[in-house]
Every structure is written in C-alpha cells, then in structure tokens.
C-alpha cells in the first residue's frame, strides 16, 4: 500500500499524558499537512512542513502540541500533557508540490484520540 | 467569521432527485478550491477540482462564482452510495494549507 500512513489507528490515554503520533507520507510528497477533527466538523489545520522544514503552525495550536519531520519524509505529532478537548481525529496529508498549480492531497486514515 | 462557510444539512435527497449546495470562502485572493467527500469515520477524499470555467464529472457538476465568493456542487440523478458529507476546500496560494469548511451532509434516501 502506497497511501499514506498514520499510526496508531486508535489512542486511550489519561489525562495528563504524553502522546505521540507518526504519519508515514506517499513517498514523493513534499508537503505534510496535520488536521484535527472532531465529530461534525470540518477538519481543522495545525501544521505543515515542505520536507523538514516547518512552514506555518495554526495561532490554535497550544505549545503542548509540537510537529517534527526530521529527515523530510515521516513525521510526528506529539501532544504533551493530554486533556478531554484534545479527544479527536489526527489527520494527516501530503502531496507533491509542482510548478502546475495545486495538486490533490492525499490523507491517511487517522488516528482516533480518546482521553479520559 | 469562518474563512470556508458551509450549510451544514443534511440536505435530505430522494433518489433520482437533484441536489445542490455552496460554500463560501472570505479571502478574495483564495486561488484553488475543491470538493472533498468525507464518508462516515473515513478520511477525505478528493471529489473534484474546481476549474474557474466550471467543470462536470459524470453526475457532478462544480461552479465557481469569485465576483461572489462561492463554489457550488450539484449531484444529478442521486445514488444512495452518495450519502456522505462534501467538505469544501480552499487554497489561498499554491501549495499552502488546504482551508476546510464544515462540511455538508447529504442522505440520499430511496
């Protein structure tokens, strides 16, 4: 399977705990997007890197949230300190940046958090 | 207000029937816009791009009005396989954040 990639599929953790997720692009995409999602709403942007560079991170992101692509291909999501209203859908996306307009991002199946 | 606005529905559809739906974007120099379909607990998926001259794929037919700040999408002939909900998307530059609305649910109902 060529798509991308996102693991663990689903996540418990207690309040007060560290996550992390890891998302696995399609092999030639440059861009990587992160988005939350939760129940009825439309996905809502956190991150993105072109390879490793991180380009913009949304004024909602909270310093426990932090996004790393280290070598331009993976990357990770790591919430520090979970609480309830982190409880949601990580979604993440890529796609190959070219010189011929916008071209369709690709997400992974995401990973379901649940925090109690 | 939200950059991407959409009613949220559902838009409760008989089958066979015509539906049809905007979205509204606020940032006047948003350059490229699509219809994602996003079915229950599933990720999105890209449906269509939106092309300034309007396009049609199969049953589906997307508008783009910039003098108003919208795009349209028009399911013919529904299916109950189109049940789902349709995010609309914008970009304000290429290769920046893809801009998300709310989505709109669609039940097509026999």
């Known amino acids: 399977d060529t798509g991308v990639s996102q693991n663990p599929r689903h996540k418990i953790t207690k309040r007060g705990q560290n996550v992390t997720f890891r998302c696995d692009p399609i092999?030639?995409?440059?861009?990587l997007y992160w988005y939350r999602q939760t129940l009825g709403q439309g996905p809502e942007f956190l991150t993105y890197?072109?390879?490793?560079?991180?380009?913009?991170k949304s004024r909602l992101l909270s310093d426990r949230f932090s996004a790393e692509r280290p070598k331009g291909s993976f990357s990770t999501l790591e919430i520090q300190r979970t609480e309830q209203g982190d409880s949601a859908m990580y979604l993440c996306a890529s796609r190959k940046l070219s010189g011929q307009g916008d071209t369709e991002a690709f997400f992974g199946q995401g990973t379901r958090l649940t925090v109690v | 207000r939200k950059e991407v606005e959409q009613d949220p529905g559902p838009f409760n559809v008989p089958e066979g029937a015509t539906v049809a739906f905007n979205c509204t974007y606020s940032n006047s120099a948003s350059q490229s816009f699509f219809w994602y379909r996003q079915d229950c607990r599933k990720e999105p998926k890209l449906l269509m791009s939106v092309y300034s001259s309007g396009n049609e794929d199969g049953r589906f037919t997307a508008q783009l009005n910039r003098a108003s700040q919208y795009i349209s999408l028009l399911i013919r002939d529904s299916k109950l396989s189109d049940s789902a909900t349709y995010l609309c998307v914008v970009i304000k530059a290429a290769g920046n954040k893809l801009t998300f609305g709310g989505g709109t649910r669609v039940l097509v109902k026999p």
């Open positions: 092999s030639e995409h440059n861009r």
């Open positions: 890197f072109q390879n490793e560079a991180q380009l913009e």
